[in-house]
Each structure stands twice: as C-alpha cells, then as structure tokens.
C-alpha cells in the first residue's frame, strides 16, 4: 500500500502546512496506514481508527508540542505517534526495543504524559495548566483525550471536580463511543446515551462542575472539529468538549464487533477478516480456567459473586456474566470500588470473587489494606495477568504484586502452577476462608490440554517437594515450577525442587528440611527480586540462621518494557538456557 500524502507529514508542521481537504486526504491515508501495520503486527486497532479525525484535527488546531496533549490510556494514540515522526518505525510498535504501545515521555516531546493505565489525563493535563499559569504562560493549551469507560473513574471525578474549581486553561475531550474493551457500564454510560439522543432535559453534569460544555459533536467531521477548536481557543478557563465516535471506524468488522477488533491480533488487512487462529488442540488460557471453574462452583454455591472492573472478556468472569447475570457485576472502570464493593459483599456472606489484572490491582492498594485484609474479610481476589505480560510493557507488566501483597497482614498468598493448582485453589478458597486470598496467576496459556480435573481441597499453607535431588535446591512458585521442573531433568539426581503454591503463610516446617539439606539454594519466581516469593525466603533462612549460598531469581529492581516474554525473560536471564547456565556453575 502507499500512503503518498501521508508519506510527507514529519511533524504536525507539515500537517499545518496543508489545506483542510489535503487533511481528508491524510485521514483516508493515516486510517489505512494503522490498519494495514496492526493486521500484521498486532496491536490495539479500534480506539485508534476511532480518533483518526480528532487526532489530525487537535495537532493542526493546536500548536503541539507546546500546547500539552494527553491521551488516557492511550491506546488510541497511534495515530498521534505516527504523524509525531514516528511513522517510519511504526513497525516496532510494541516490540522488543522499539515503540512503546502507550505515549512515553522518553519517547517524543509530542507525547506530553505517558499513558496506559486509564483515567490519568485529566488530573496531568490540569497539573501541567497549573505549572504553566505560574510560569506565566497563559497562551498554552492543555488538552486532555479521554473515553467515556476511562471518565467514569474516581480519579478522572476528581481531577474534574479540581478543575471546574480552577481558571485553568484546560480543554477536556470526552471521545464517546458507548465502549470500553466491553460495552461500557453505569449511570454515567446512560446519561450520555440520554444527552446523545436528545432526550436529556436537565443540566449538562459537566456544566454542574463549572466547565464550559461544548457539543456533542461527529468526532469523525474534521471541518466541524476544526471550527468548534478555532472556537475553544479563544476561551479561557475549564472547557468540556464531547465528541461522538464510533470505535473501529472505517474497518467494518471492527466497526461491527467493537470487542474482538480492540486487539484482534492479525488479520487481513484488504477484508478485515480474522486470521484462522491455530486449530491445533492447546491448552487453555488461565483466564478461561478462571472463568469455566468459577461459572461450575457457582452452579452448586449460590452464595459465589464475582466481580470485575472493566474487564468482563479480558478476565473471563464473562462466562459466569452470562450464566449468571444476577450474580456477576462489571463495575466499569473502578478498581478501588470494585475491591471495597468485594469487601462489602464478603462483610455480609457473600463468597466473591474479585477478578482483577495485576497490574490494575495497584490503583486499589488502600481499599485492599484498609477495607478488606484489615478486617479479615475474606474476599477471593483472583490477580490475572500477573508476571511479566509481553507486549504492553512496563505500566502493564504484573511483576510487583508478591512484593506489594506479601507485607499486608491477614492475606493469603497462592500462585498456582498449573491448571489443576488454579481450580483446587478456587475450589478451597469458595468452602470458606477466615481471610481475604490473592490468586496470582500469568497472561496466557496453561500446560494441560486436559484441564478440568476432580477438584481437591488444598491443606493452607502447605508447599510440595516435586522433584528430589541430592545437590541445589530449586523453590518455586507459579508458573516458573514448570521451569524448575524441566532443569531438574537436565541434572538428573542433583537438582531437588520444591513447589511453594502459598507464598504466604510459607510452610516454614518445609523450609527447614530444605535449609537443613543444601547448601545451595535458588529460588524463582515471575516477579520483582526485591520484596517477593525471594525475599520471603530470604527472610526466613536468615531466621533459621541459614550459612547456605541462596540466589534469588526473578525481575530485577527496573522497569521492563515491552517484547514477547520469551525475549525479555531472555533479556532478564529468567529463559531456561541462561537458568540452566547458572545452576551449573553452581554445581561446579
Ligand atoms: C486503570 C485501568 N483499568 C483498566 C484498563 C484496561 N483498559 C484499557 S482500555 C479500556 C477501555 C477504555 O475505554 P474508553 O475510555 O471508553 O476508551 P476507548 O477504548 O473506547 O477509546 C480498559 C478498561 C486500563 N488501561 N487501566
Ligand atoms: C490498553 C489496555 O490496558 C488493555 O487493552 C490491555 O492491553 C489488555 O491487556 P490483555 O490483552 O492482557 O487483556
Ligand atoms: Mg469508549
């Protein structure tokens, strides 16, 4: 394909050199660019197709770089980077050494804040509006892009009520188009709907917060964009603008199923349709054990509720959403409600299951503490994409949840090993626990291609000597037991490996033999060195006044970025060869 037009844009400079139907030019061109470089390379397509217009009209509107624009979550900002200078090496989105997936400050000074956990750009957008009223830059803009799932979250209200307080020279965009990754949720979601059809009649709410409401305008009409933004420019203070779109636009699968086509993975990029996914029997993915377990628990325990924020198919509490509407609750974007919702439920003896990414966990660290483990309230956090996730990167990467859970009294610690670990553990968990549990378990797929086994109640606490051997002892958890299974094999006899599912409680009886036996010790797990599964061990041999050799495996003190697990396990040592290279001069 070629993109002649396109091909001249370096910067929005030369955008703004161009007259408005050379812009229309660059959007048919810009949207076939982003369409023909995720069909093969994978990536999120439908929040970009979604802003094609918005994002040519605001860089020709405003003069960026120094007009400041955030993209909240960001995923849609591949068209930004792509007329930002970044069009030749678009094809290292997301890769291993190239692109970030996200806007990344480091990246290009276009890219003003960087992004990937949603709901942000509002409370950075008024920060940098504040800096610049004391700078006593008054000309510059603050704009921040932001969807209407990443609104409806507490931090997004509270930048806004902030705001609408302030002088600000603040433009907020709200792109509006009905989605999340799932079909966005709550009050908010319907008010819109009612302001888009006309059939609002009360006060606009953001013109109850003191901004100065514009639209709702076709956020896909560049000559309307243009105009509205000639407009905003001249007033001063607090400005809403609400843009409808349609996410996925101009490719019509993605038009048409706004869920898959967020991150489709490859497709063709002349039709549209989905590559054939490998028809090969495998494995299934955790979040599908998640999902098929608890939908059977919850067949015989009605008193199971699950919960997510946000993410119904990317967690699979789908399946039970559909099988048991009643009982399962999307709560939008809103972890911290989504946990101290879960507390609530488990305050009244509800059995629930919080299904939540590791790295989303994060934002509802004090609800976690102070609304659940502090009162004992035993609620079944379920902590997918935990470890490192791959092509996301460094704000998504799932590596320090051992660390931050393992200091919080109360809490119950388990990182499956398998399918078979994932299920009994759901299936302990929903007979009753006297404290809240987090199940940490990866992104992707298991090891059993028969995977729904009999369940069997877990002993707490308990950890299981796998493998014995007479030299080094391996202590795993997780998904990288596998590995110290298969390391075992290559030092047949001279490699012992235990599998510590409980992180925390830790079976310290277990540790005692082992600290007894070797003299050398590794551990492994699939998250930061400082402060996790290590760290526990580390802690107890220095208890047990252990005089061992013990060298600890796992993400060192640095952020990862982004490239497929395999090469940043790589990159980390943590990939077999390297692992098998170390135990081996250990042994020497
Ligand atoms: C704190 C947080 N929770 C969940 C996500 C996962 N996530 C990524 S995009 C998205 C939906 C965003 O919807 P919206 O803001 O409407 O933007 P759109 O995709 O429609 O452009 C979600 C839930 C996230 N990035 N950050
Ligand atoms: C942009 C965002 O935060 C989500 O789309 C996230 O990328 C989903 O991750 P998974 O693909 O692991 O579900
Ligand atoms: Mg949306």
Known sequence: MSYPLLETIDDPADLRELSVEQLSVIAVELRRFIIDIVATKEGHLGASLGVVELTLALHYAFSTPDDKLIWDVGHQAYGHKIITGRRDNFETNREFNGLSGFPKMQESVYDAFGTGHSSTSISAALGMAIASKIQGNTARHHIAVIGDASIASGMAFEALNHAGDSDANLLVILNDNAIGIDPSVGALKNYLTNVKTGSQRQENIFEALNFNYFGPVDGHDLEKLLEIFKTLKKIKGPKFLHVITTKGKGLKQAEADQVVYHAPGKFDALTG????????????????????????????????????????????????????????????????????????????????????????????????????????????????????????????????????????????????????????????????????????????????????????????????????????????????????????????????????????????????????????????????????????????????????????????????????????????????????????????
């Open 273 to 588: 349709e989905l590559k054939p996914k490998n028809t090969h029997p495998q494995p299934p993915k955790y979040q599908d054990v998640f999902g098929l377990t608890l939908v059977e628990l919850a067949k015989k325990n009605k008193q199971i509720i699950g919960i997510t924020p946000a993410m119904p198919t990317g967690s699979s509490l789908k399946y039970m959403m559909q099988q048991f509407p009643e009982r399962a609750f999307d709560v939008g974007i809103a972890e911290q409600h989504a946990v101290t919702l879960s507390a609530g439920i488990a305050a009244s003896g509800g059995v629930v299951f919080c299904a939540i990414y590791s790295t989303f966990l994060q934002r509802a660290y004090d609800q976690l503490i102070h609304d659940v483990a502090l009162q004992k309230l035993p609620v079944i956090f379920c902590v997918d994409r935990a470890g490192l996730v791959g092509a996301d990167g460094a704000t998504h990467h799932g590596v320090f949840d051992l660390a931050y859970l393992r200091c919080i009294p109360n809490l119950i610690i388990f990182a499956p090993r398998n399918e078979a670990s994932l299920r009994n553990i759901m299936y302990t968990a929903q007979l009753g626990l006297e404290s809240p549990i987090a199940i940490r378990y990866p992104r992707g797929r298991g090891l059993e291609l028969d995977w729904q086994n009999p369940f069997e109640q877990l002993e707490l606490g308990k950890a299981e000597h796998l493998i014995k051997g007479s030299q080094l002892a391996i202590l795993a958890t997780g998904n990288f037991t596998e590995t110290a299974l298969q390391l075992a094999a290559v030092f047949k006899g001279n490699v012992s490996v235990y599998y510590f599912g409980f992180v925390k409680p830790l079976d310290f009886v277990m540790l005692k033999r082992v600290f007894k036996k070797y003299n050398t010790i590794i551990t492994l797990e699939d998250g930061v060195q400082s402060g996790g599964f290590g760290s526990a061990i580390a802690e107890e041999a220095a208890r047990q006044s252990y005089t061992g050799k013990l060298e600890i495996f796992g993400i060192p003190d640095q952020f990862i970025e982004q490239g497929t697990t395999e090469e940043l396990q790589q990159a980390l040592g943590l990939d077999f060869e390297s692992l098998k290279e170390n135990i081996q001069s250990l042994l020497d």
